[in-house]
């Protein structure tokens, strides 16, 4: 079974900085393509930031690039979201996903990831 644990949600003040960290089980030998998604109170799930297997493609959302840097180390089975210059704006439940097999190039559609990590609270205060 495939399983995405996330990491490293937490409080930070506006202009800080946070990293994320999504280890993910049950996936030796398959190639697939990762993004992190966030959700505020009231919102839909917007898309953040995808990359490829190799990660050598990278997919970011307007409202954080150059801010927002995802990365993956497949020999440790994780992926990361580093956030610098974080905002009040970017306070959300931060979501960690995979495609399936097969699928290594990133996608901005929630619809385009079949497994999930259970969210992790990212709150930037003023």
């Known amino acids: 079974q495939v399983q995405l644990v996330e990491s490293g949600g937490g409080l930070v003040q506006a202009g800080g900085s946070l990293r994320l960290s999504c280890a993910v089980s049950?996936?030796?030998?398959?190639?697939?393509?990762m993004g992190w998604f966030r959700q505020a109170p009231g919102k839909e799930r917007e898309f953040v930031a995808a990359?490829?297997?190799?990660?050598?493609?990278?997919l970011n959302a307007e409202s954080v690039k150059g801010r927002f840097t995802i990365s993956r180390d497949n020999a440790k089975e994780t992926a990361y979201l580093q956030m610098d210059s974080l905002k009040p704006e970017d306070t959300a439940v931060y979501y960690c996903?995979?495609?399936?097999?097969?699928?290594?190039?990133?996608?901005?559609?929630?619809?385009?990831?079949?497994?999930w990590g259970q969210g992790t609270q990212v709150t930037v205060s003023f």
């Open positions: 996903a995979a495609r399936r097999s097969g699928f290594t190039m990133p996608s901005m559609a929630a619809g385009g990831y079949d497994y």
């Open positions: 049950g996936r030796t030998f398959s190639s697939y393509a």
């Open positions: 990359i490829s297997w190799s990660g050598g493609f990278t």
